[in-house]
């Protein structure tokens, strides 16, 4: 038989509370700013559209799987790109990521951009590539010039959305990591990105991989 | 004729507030956390004792001043060394630093700690040199065998005594630096070094420059 009874008034911070502790038991992959929170240093890499695989490899070109990476679906290709810089400079055997995308992306570092001749380039979320330096792409069977494409990835998490109602946080906002150790980095602009594929991760590059001395790291946390 | 009165009480934070703004008053240099804040990204160096010199340039040898360093008497060298790693690896034209200390140091960003194939390379303060790598350093006239001396250089701020009063930190503190822009890094741990020949300046190396944007920082402070 059901009963009904009036519910206990509750604070706003204390429901909270409750829905945090609820999604956090429910949660199976690496929890919020605990030992499983998985951090990747990106090293630099390309995405590439269908149109440039075909230039690039021939007509019909397939990529083929090297290593599958963390997010579902996505994997490291056998495939590998020169990247030729404005200055003629050029960085061989740049890994290609799959699977493709709508739009050919050039991620680096800084120190990659820097070598490579490029007086600037912008930090941006992956996809966002108006105004951004072009490049020469080269491959075994074509070379395509991009006229926009190249970034440095804003740094950024993937979460699912029951992840993103543990932390209280939504698609588009952003978080901080602080990556504790002998250096002692705090990140203030790490990007949230939601969708139900994802697992919990958070993306850097190997500038700040290496700034934050993130492979000695002894404490890592992800916080509003 | 002098005159004597009760002071008025004040409290502590009343009495800081009042030193911090005298000692502002007095500094000619640049300013605490202002626009005048210098952080100076410093490339891969090399710091020489007498004897190493002498094996590596000649006997009684003298670096020559290429160019003075913000830091009064120090100063980048025209003479560069090549250093060996231990996969026989070398980093080319790495710089002197000047004048000589007491032992000899090679300062790496961890970018550069990886190119020369070192497994780690610890974070420490200048001349904390006991349990760092070493090296093979090599000059027009000789090669010599560093037992240790490879850092990676903890980032740190030079001041003068006014200086730290006016920050109200002393030797040995950590102070947090914010870089302010597309990135948005806060370091923890910047190490204050006071002398009375020093001007305010922070070191940082180049992954951390690299990370946090500093070429195009909108807003730089040093704080507590």
């Not at 010039?145 to 952003?174: Q, T, Y």
């Not at 949230?192 to 190997?206: A, G, I, K, N, Q």
Request: overall charge negative.
């Amino acid at each position: 038989m059901a009963t009904t009874a009036t519910p206990p008034r509750l604070t706003r911070s204390q429901v909270e509370e409750i829905v945090r502790q609820v999604v956090g038991e429910r949660l199976e992959g690496p929890r919020a700013g605990g030992p499983g929170l998985i951090v990747h240093a990106s090293a630099r890499h390309a995405h590439l559209c269908r149109e440039d695989l075909d230039r690039l490899f021939g007509p019909g070109y397939e990529l083929t799987v090297d290593r599958e990476l963390h997010q579902p679906g996505n994997f490291a290709a056998k495939e590998t790109v020169t990247l030729i810089g404005p200055r003629s400079r050029l960085i061989s055997n740049l890994r290609i990521l799959g699977p493709l995308r709508s739009r050919t992306q050039i991620e680096l570092a800084f120190t990659d951009a820097v070598s490579l001749g490029y007086e600037d380039v912008p930090i941006r979320l992956s996809g966002d590539l108006d105004g951004t330096p072009g490049a020469y792409v080269m491959g075994p069977h074509g070379v395509v010039e991009l006229g926009s494409g190249v970034i440095r990835a804003a740094m950024h998490a993937h979460m699912s959305p029951d992840e993103a109602a543990h932390f209280g946080v939504g698609k588009g906002d952003v978080m901080k990591l602080r990556v504790g150790g002998d250096a002692g980095v705090t990140f203030e602009k790490v990007h949230v990105r939601v969708d139900p594929s994802y697992r919990l991760e958070v993306h850097m590059d190997t500038d700040e991989a290496n700034a934050c001395g993130l492979r000695y790291a002894t404490e890592i946390g992800l916080f509003k």
